[in-house]
């Protein structure tokens, strides 16, 4: 999705020159060619065109010739504040999150001055700005994704060069004194400057006899993005370089090394001493904190290290009862549990919103009464590509909220965050909702800092008062779901049989007769997240394959791929009952995440032994 989205603002960038000349082969001589022969001319714009040096080889975005001067233009989908440029650090140094774009500019340049070295260059970064407003709907309309398989391009809408195009959506941002740093300073590679020629060189020389060059771990392998889900028969990149490197086999991965420790700043220091076992962390490593009732950060760490006993059969796990119970006593039935799906996007949906201003299009809300009832109470979905859904999602929120003074559960911080940018988007708009003053206010009862209803973070509570071994030391939904249900014999009991989305039992407005805990064979429940994948090959259906038989990407079962579905439904020409399709995926997976609140708290309330109905 956000490959695709660097495509899309590539294509609106296009428009601001539309005299331009793309240089659309992929042949790289061919490319070459090409541009050798036009930049001939006096004056051109060229899209794509093919510098080499050497073994150095670029396509760069935008080249713009007059005589003898000529701009470089390096388009990115990353988001840029004009009011506010966030390059330079407080010490002069480049900041961390711009310099890989600076240095991608700074390669092309590097290139082309070795082409042609008595050319007047200018460079510059091209990218969406934060701090402007389109004044027009359906930008994205113009860039439609087409998908041939799993390819992707963007098809241009010729409509697009009559529209009147905000041409400061996007803004360009001289980078010269910023390439002479990179130029002066060196590329930086896992914390160390090289320079320039220096490492392009050294690299390129690797790439070109096919040579490995030998990884060097570090803090860094934690986000790696070449990892592989165990049994799925695909190479793991990560474990390929730590083997390599320290020697590992299958058991010491499934133990653990200290990338797993759950917020531990020591990483580094004990990657560079050899010690990159979990085991090999020692008491002077962390400082183990005391915080009471609540468990601290350096309290879960050690229990990921040592490991905590299990309890009869129900795996190891720790729970703050005390602490826990009287949480619990703080609230107010009936509980409602929410859960909201968002996207930002490059290219704003609709007038009058910025580069990657958030959009609020679906809810999910389940409701727990005192005598332990529980219903999928509400949802929300607005889909289509007229209607700005944030307004219309923050009154439909107020309708399943209103009716009572129920205690308000979130999981993190995102659904705070989203109410609080519709409460500045009513505020600033030249056409707020009727209703604007109640809607503001029964936002932020919810928002506020010892609001009214001041929304209760379940995330945080399970990060101060539940451990368990499963997860690993992390407190996603989608860890600590699976955990609780594995230790607790009323969920198992509860659950284990098809009463979610029974008139009998649990109303839902998504599921069937669905049951929830089911046993993968070893007496522990499979993953409730990948039975919805199961789920979603039922509600899809085959014609939804895609021709190499991969799974068209149309069952929800990330956050991530929430938002990229919506995408897909603004994006793509998708027929009707694809839509329908990915719309009914999209209701189904949201339910799982509010009903996976329900559930923890459930499972919660048994460990601590509170009484259920």
């Not at 899209?47 to 935008?62: C, K, Q, S, T």
């Not at 509400?378 to 439909?396: M, R, S, V, W, Y």
């Not at 230790?487 to 599921?511: E, T």
């Amino acid at each position: 999705m956000l490959a695709e989205g660097g495509y899309q603002v590539g294509e609106l960038a296009k428009l601001y020159w539309p005299e331009g000349i793309e240089i659309e082969s992929s042949n790289h001589l061919e490319a070459e060619m090409l541009t050798h022969e036009l930049l001939n001319r006096e004056q051109v714009v060229l899209f794509e065109p093919a510098i080499r040096f050497g073994d150095l080889f670029a396509r760069v975005d935008i080249l713009i010739k007059n005589g003898n001067e000529y701009q470089l233009i390096e388009v990115k989908a990353k988001s840029y504040d004009s009011s506010n440029p966030q390059i330079l650090g407080t010490r002069g140094e480049l900041k961390s999150e711009m310099r890989s774009y600076i240095e991608d500019v700074a390669f092309q340049a590097f290139i082309f001055k070795s082409v042609i070295p008595n050319a007047r260059l200018k460079t510059f970064l091209m990218m969406p700005d934060k701090a402007k407003r389109v004044t027009v709907s359906g930008l994205n309309q113009l860039f439609k994704i087409e998908r041939v398989g799993k390819h992707a391009a963007v098809i241009t809408n010729p409509k697009a060069n009559k529209t009147n195009i905000d041409r400061n959506i996007l803004a360009l941002v001289p980078t010269d004194e910023y390439i002479e740093m990179i130029f002066k300073d060196g590329l930086s590679v896992l914390g160390h400057k090289h320079r320039l020629h220096e490492i392009v060189n050294e690299w390129s020389a690797a790439y070109k006899i096919d040579q490995k060059i030998k990884p060097q771990p570090g803090s860094q392998c934690g986000k790696c993005e070449f990892r592989a889900i165990l049994g799925d028969g695909l190479k793991d990149g990560f474990k390929e370089c730590w083997n390599e490197t320290y020697q590992l086999n299958e058991e010491d991965f499934t133990k653990g090394t200290v990338l797993d420790i759950f917020k531990f700043r020591g990483k580094d220091r004990l990657i560079a001493e050899g010690r990159i076992r979990m085991s090999s962390v020692l008491p002077d490593d962390i400082e183990e904190k005391d915080l009471g009732e609540q468990l601290s950060i350096s309290e879960r760490q050690w229990m990921q290290i040592r490991g905590i006993p299990p309890i009869e059969d129900q795996g190891g796990y720790w729970i703050a009862q005390d602490f826990l119970r009287r949480e619990m006593n703080k609230w107010t039935y009936p509980y409602h549990f929410i859960d909201f799906e968002t996207s930002t996007v490059a290219i704003p949906f609709h007038a009058g919103m910025r580069p990657y201003e958030p959009v609020a299009f679906q809810f999910s809300h389940h409701l727990m009464y005192a005598d332990g009832r529980i219903e999928h109470a509400g949802e929300f979905l607005l889909t289509d590509l007229i209607n700005f859904p944030n307004f219309k999602f923050a009154q439909a929120l107020r309708e399943q909220l209103d009716h009572d003074q129920g205690t308000v559960f979130m999981w993190s911080q995102h659904e705070r965050t989203i109410l609080n940018t519709i409460i500045e988007q009513i505020e600033k708009v030249d056409q707020p909702p009727v209703n604007a003053e109640t809607l503001v206010n029964f936002l932020r009862s919810l928002t506020s800092k010892g609001g009214q209803r001041e929304m209760y973070d379940l995330c945080k509570l399970s990060e101060q008062s539940f451990f368990h071994t499963s997860t690993k030391g992390r407190i996603s939904i989608k860890k600590t779901l699976p955990a609780v249900m594995s230790s607790s014999n009323f969920l198992r009991r509860k659950y284990s049989q098809p009463i979610y989305g029974n008139l009998k039992g649990i109303l839902s407005k998504n599921f069937t007769d669905t049951t929830w805990w089911v046993d993968n064979g070893n007496g522990v429940p499979k993953d409730p997240y990948n039975l919805l994948k199961e789920f979603a090959k039922d509600l899809l259906g085959e014609d939804l394959y895609s021709v190499d038989n991969d799974y068209d990407g149309l069952e929800i079962t990330e956050g991530g791929a929430a938002a990229t579905a919506y995408s897909r439904l603004q994006f793509e020409e998708l027929q009707g009952h694809s839509r329908k399709k990915i719309e009914a995926a999209l209701l189904r997976y949201c339910e799982l995440d509010t009903l996976a609140m329900v559930m923890i708290v459930e499972g919660w309330k048994e460990l601590i032994g509170a009484n259920h109905a």
